[in-house]
C-alpha cells in the first residue's frame, strides 16, 4: 500500500512539473512569440540564402527601396539609389549588419498568431525609412567612387536623411571579385556606423568648447603664429604663418599653433574629461547597431602630444555618427536627437504599426557655449569657406584635413542648419579626398542642396 501511495506522488510531483512547464511555455510563447517568428530558421519567412521573402522598405516620401514579388526579393529600380542606400537596406545574404532587412524585420513581417504561415504574403508591413532616397543617390554621385560616409539627419526628430557608406556595390549586379579585390575592401563595413578615424581639425571645436568655459578672458586675448611652435620637448606646426589672430580667426583659419598651445593650458585631465562630456567616446543604440567608440588619449600624454590632441592630430580617432550628433547638439542649444532610419511602419491595409518617439542624448555642451559655439561655426562659413554653395539657409562648419603617410589627406566637412524648418546636422567623411573644406565640403553642400529648396 505504501508503495502505491509513493508511485501516487510521485505522479503527482511529475504532472504537476508538466503543468508547470507548460504554463511557462505558453507565458514565454505570449513574450516572444513574435520574435521567434521572425528568426532567420523560419524557413516560410526565409530563402534559403538567408533572404527575408516578406516585407515592403519606402523612403520617407514612399519610393520603393525594397520589396518583394513571386518569392523573390528586388531593389530600387534605379542603380543610383540601390548603391547609395544598401548600407541602410541590407543585402540579400545578411552579410551587411545594419541593414533593415535584419534590424527592422520584426517591423516587416506581418505577424499572425492564428494563421501562422498562413500569414506570410510577399507584401508583409511597409516600413517607410526617414531616408530621402534622392538626397542619398546625390551623396553617392558626390562621393565619385571614393571610399567614405556622409550623413544627414534631423537634430530634433533623430530622423537620419541621409546615410550613404562607400565602396558599395550593386545588389542586383554583384561584382565577382567582390570578396578579392582591393576596391571592394570592407564593403561590407557600414563606415558611418562602425568605423573611426583620426578627426583632425574638426576636433578643434571640442577644444574651443574646454577652452571657452575654463580659460577666464580668452574671447579678448589675441594669437600670433609663426607657422609653427614650441610646445613641449618638438614643434607644432601651421600650414601657413597666420599671423596677428582674434579667437575667432584662430578657429577659422583652423591654426594649429593656437589650439595645441590652448590645449596644453587647459591640461590633459580637463581635455579628457570634455571629450567625453561631448558623446565621442561613447556608443550609441541605433535600431540594434551599437556604434563605435571613439577614443582620445589626452589625460597622459607629454606636453607635444597633448598640442597635437588639441587639433585632433596625435592618437584621436572619432565615429562619424557620433561626431555629427555632437555638432547637432551644438545647434539644439546642448542635447540633440539619437539618429533613427525609422520613419514609421503600416500593415497591408495601410493601417499604422509604429512610429518612433525621439530620444535625446544627456547634455553634450552646456547651452550657453553651445550659442557661442554656434557662433563662431557660423562665422567659418563667412571667414574661411564659400558661402556660396550653400542653401539659402544659416549653416555652421568645420572643415578637417588629415594628412596620410599612403597618400592624399582625409577629408571632413562636419556642421548644422540653424534652421527651424530644415534643423539638420551632417558629416561627410573621404578617405585620400585631399582638403576638407574643399571635397567634403562641396559634398555636403551638393546634399544639403538635394534636401532644401533654394529660393
Known sequence: ??????????????????????????????????????????????????????????????????????????????????????????????????????????????????????????????????????????????????????????????????????????????????EESEAYQGVYVNRFFHSTYAPGSVFKTVTLQAALEQIPGLTARTFVCEGSVRVGDNTVNCPQKHGSLTLAEA??????????????????????????????????????????????ELASATVNRLGWGGVGLYHDLVNPCALMIYYGAIAGGGKAAVPTYLHEVRDEKDRLLAIPDPVFTEELVNPSTASTLAYYLKNNLIASYDRTRFPNVPIGAKSGTVEQNTGKSNSWFAGFVDSEEYPYAFVVFVEHGGSGSRVAGEIAASVLKALIPVP
Open 251 to 296: 578657429y577659422a583659419c583652423s591654426c594649429n599653433c593656437t589650439f595645441a598651445q590652448l590645449a596644453v593650458e587647459i591640461g590633459g585631465d580637463k581635455m579628457s574629461e570634455y571629450v567625453q562630456k561631448t558623446g565621442l567616446t561613447s556608443s550609441y543604440k541605433i535600431h540594434g547597431i551599437t556604434t563605435a567608440k571613439g577614443s582620445f
Open 1 to 178: 500500500m505504501r508503495k502505491i501511495e509513493q508511485r501516487v506522488r510521485f505522479c503527482k510531483l511529475i504532472l504537476l512539473a508538466f503543468v508547470f512547464g507548460i504554463l511557462a511555455f505558453l507565458v514565454r510563447f505570449a513574450k516572444h512569440s513574435e520574435e521567434w517568428y521572425t528568426q532567420p530558421y523560419n524557413k516560410n519567412l526565409y530563402a534559403q540564402s538567408g533572404e527575408l521573402l516578406t516585407g515592403t522598405i519606402t523612403d520617407r516620401y514612399g519610393a520603393i527601396l525594397s520589396g518583394v514579388t513571386d518569392g523573390h526579393r528586388y531593389y530600387s529600380a534605379l542603380p543610383s539609389v540601390r548603391l547609395s542606400t544598401l548600407h541602410t537596406i541590407g543585402d540579400r545574404n545578411n552579410k551587411i549588419g545594419t541593414g533593415a532587412l535584419t534590424n527592422l524585420r520584426e517591423y516587416l513581417v506581418s505577424y499572425d498568431t492564428k494563421k501562422g504561415a498562413a500569414a506570410i504574403t510577399d507584401q508583409g508591413n511597409t516600413v517607410s525609412l526617414s531616408l530621402a532616397a534622392d538626397a542619398c543617390a546625390t551623396a553617392y554621385t558626390a562621393l565619385d567612387g571614393r571610399s567614405g560616409c556622409v550623413g544627414v539627419y534631423n537634430y530634433k526628430t533623430g530622423e537620419i536623411l541621409c546615410l550613404v557608406s562607400t565602396p558599395t556595390f550593386d545588389p542586383d549586379n554583384i561584382p565577382e571579385n567582390i
